[in-house]
């Protein structure tokens, strides 16, 4: 399963954070797929806007203190 689903739908990029089990919580990966998409959002000239939505109940809970923790403990 993709963390970051992006689509196009009648000119507009339509891109879904699709980690609901976590609440949406932004890890390394994602923001890396949030980025490109982004970027290639940007990229088509025949795009009118751009959502971001949350897959679940909520949009992005922030970043996702697990990843956050196991990356201090590498660089300290």
Same mark, same amino acid.
């Given at each position: 399963?993709?963390? /970051? =689903?992006?689509?196009? +739908?009648?000119? /507009?990029?339509? =891109?879904?954070?699709? @980690?609901? +089990? &976590? @609440?949406?919580?932004?890890? $390394? ?9 982004? &970027? $290639?959002?940007?990229?088509? $000239?025949?795009? @009118?806007? /751009?959502? /971001? &939505?949350? +897959?679940?109940?909520? %949009? ?9 923790? &196991? %990356? @201090?403990?590498?660089? %300290?």
């Amino acid at each position: 399963m993709s963390e /970051i =689903i992006y689509q196009v +739908e009648n000119s /507009i990029a339509v =891109i879904t954070l699709n @980690r609901p +089990e &976590k @609440r949406n919580a932004l890890n $390394e990966n994602m923001v890396g797929s949030l980025k490109s998409a982004l &970027k $290639e959002a940007d990229a088509d $000239e025949n795009l @009118r806007a /751009i959502t /971001i &939505k949350g +897959e679940g109940e909520d %949009f992005c809970s922030g970043a996702d203190l697990s990843a956050l923790q &196991k %990356f @201090r403990k590498v660089m %300290f």
